[in-house]
């Protein structure tokens, strides 16, 4: 399980998002490799098969951690059931320290680490890694052969390690090709209703645009109003971020529920120009003319849009981020179970095709490094080997067994207490208990192989998509973090959600199909060849990676 501000933070990050642009860091593009040179001896008999943790016990150290998200706050180092299992089993105690891409800059500049650093992949400073972060597969050698043979996933290696052979970092939430065929990954998106209102019209089909815009006034007729009083929204989705080029839902989740390939032959599709889309933007379109969306789509924030739906305000509402919906899920059930979300098909293209999506990426969310820096590379490593194997992976999900969980036919079944807590208090959930919280190089993928399951609140909508992934590894990472495509890029993302709006808030077809298609055209002025070009060839790269 991972914590809501995790989620929150996850869910929304945009495919385009802001990019540092550079580390600063001080010495050559060799520098931690040649850290290497000087380590310490390991103080245990290092083997393949045990954890170097589980002998290195008599030594005791303290580590510093710097988490590159300002959100992220723990309670303190062994308050959580999580820090209190992971201190008695590796005799040390870690500080978290928090910030922002400024923080981490001004402390790369100045070459003064902490002991581990985690931040977003996509940050161009990743790219630098070898001048600041000591090979993990030299540490793993050196002192804990454990986390290449049996911690870390091959494919995750492969995918990550450097033309120098080295690999500097570690990913969190890296989902491979096996987790896929094993069945070990669950979705994102959602099209959620509003249960009662659904079944009371029938359970229309709202897959087309003619059964979609049918469906959401024959809701707004049933129910015009909210238990509050309120006027009753027919439709949403994920909040909009216009001023930094954030589409929500109207952009790549829209077109995975309509089945437009990311990539065709082994080079970037434009999703953005194809018809089955443009269509779509324009029953969306209908939709606003008939009041049957609201100018609030454009100005409320992501919190503001949940909030409304844990109060039963909206009908419809396509989503980005499933699992951030637990407590607001939760919250509306308490209110009124009466008007509980379910999810259903939401759009699809004019063949009735599957929604495919994605079930995770083998690249991840955030990338872990430990730094040049540290006075502790045995203990740094063993801790993140702690963390990315199937034991670290039990305690940092499920608890300790006997108190949080037990094994039951060979799956996790929480105790009562823990189960009940995780569905009515979160905050104080994640405070005492801590699941969810350290998710470093997190590892879903064997916690659902272990019977790791939504919270109630959210389950079924999880369970919708199921059968609707697929793996686009492919298309991992391949927008420019830097220069000038990176800048034009930036500009166009912005230009793009701008364009979305516009086009929704037209008053005619052609009006709003002439907003977009400037949109397309204009493109061309800031550089988007190039840009394509950039990607055809990351493409490339990591087809040739997982060949």
């Known amino acids: 399980m991972v914590n809501k501000s995790l989620i929150k933070k996850f869910g929304i990050v945009a495919m385009f998002g802001a990019l540092l642009t550079g580390c600063g860091g001080k010495g050559d593009a060799s520098k931690g490799e040649k850290a290497t040179e000087n380590l310490p001896e390991s103080r245990v008999e290092i083997d393949e098969s045990t954890p170097s943790w589980e002998k290195d016990t008599d030594h005791s150290a303290k580590l510093t951690w710097y988490v590159n998200f300002d ?19 590796m005799n040390i105690d870690v500080e978290f320290v928090s910030g922002n891409d400024e923080k981490l800059n001004t402390m790369l500049a100045g070459g003064d680490l902490p002991d581990l650093m985690t931040f977003d992949k996509n940050l161009a400073v990743a790219q630098d890694a070898k001048k600041f972060a000591l090979p993990l597969n030299i540490l793993s050698e050196k002192y804990d052969p454990y986390f290449l043979a049996e911690a870390a ?100 989740t829209l077109q995975d529920f309509l089945n437009l390939d990311p990539s065709i032959d082994g080079e970037f599709n434009d999703r ?7 269509t779509w933007l324009n029953t969306f379109r209908e939709a606003y003319n008939d009041g049957l969306m609201t100018n609030d789509q454009f100005s409320d924030n992501d919190n503001t849009m949940k909030e409304k739906l844990s109060q039963g305000k909206y009908f419809a509402y396509l989503h980005t981020n499933t699992k951030g919906l637990n407590e607001f899920m939760s919250d509306n059930n308490a209110r009124n179970p009466e008007e509980t979300y379910i999810a259903v098909d939401g759009p699809k293209n004019s063949n009735g095709d599957r929604s495919t999506f994605t079930g995770g990426n083998i690249g991840g969310w955030t990338q872990t490094f430990i730094t040049t820096s540290t006075k502790e590379p045995q203990k740094a490593m063993e801790l993140l080997t702690y963390l990315a194997s199937n034991y670290g992976t039990m305690v940092t999900t499920f608890g300790v067994e006997g108190e949080t969980y037990n094994i039951v036919d060979g799956k996790v079944q929480y105790s009562e207490e823990t189960e009940a807590l995780r569905n009515s208090d979160i905050a104080k959930f994640d405070k005492e208990v801590g699941l969810g919280s350290y998710w470093f190089v997190g590892n879903d993928n064997y916690a659902i192989q272990m019977g790791q399951q ?23 990472d391949i927008d420019p973090k830097d220069g000038r495509a990176a800048r034009n890029l930036t500009k166009l993302n912005t230009e793009r959600v701008q364009a979305l709006v516009v086009f929704i808030q037209s008053p005619n077809e052609q009006e709003g199909k002439e907003v977009w298609q400037n949109y397309l055209d204009n493109r061309q002025n800031n550089g988007w060849d190039d840009i394509i070009k950039y990607r055809n060839e990351k493409i490339a790269d990591n087809i040739s990676k997982l060949e």
């Open 71 to 89: 959100w992220y706050a723990q309670p303190g180092w062994a308050k959580d059931t999580v820090t209190k299992k992971i201190k008695d089993d």
């Open 454 to 476: 939504p919270a109630t609140s959210i389950r079924q909508m999880v369970e919708w998509v199921s059968d609707k992934l697929e793996p686009r590894f492919e298309i991992e």
């Open 272 to 278: 953005d120009s194809d018809e089955e889309y443009i």
């Open 153 to 252: 996933k091959p494919e995750t290696v492969k995918w990550y390690t450097e033309e120098d052979g080295n690999i500097y970092g570690y990913p969190s939430f890296s989902t491979t090709k096996k987790d896929y065929d094993e069945g070990n990954v669950q979705g994102d998106q959602v099209f959620i209703v509003r249960k009662d209102i659904y079944e009371a019209i029938g359970s229309p089909d709202m897959t087309t645009p003619e059964g979609f815009l049918k469906a959401l006034n024959d809701a707004k007729e049933h129910s015009p109003n909210a238990d509050d009083g309120a006027e009753l929204v027919p439709f949403a989705a994920t909040a909009l971020d216009i001023a930094n080029g954030g589409d929500g839902a109207f952009g790549g």
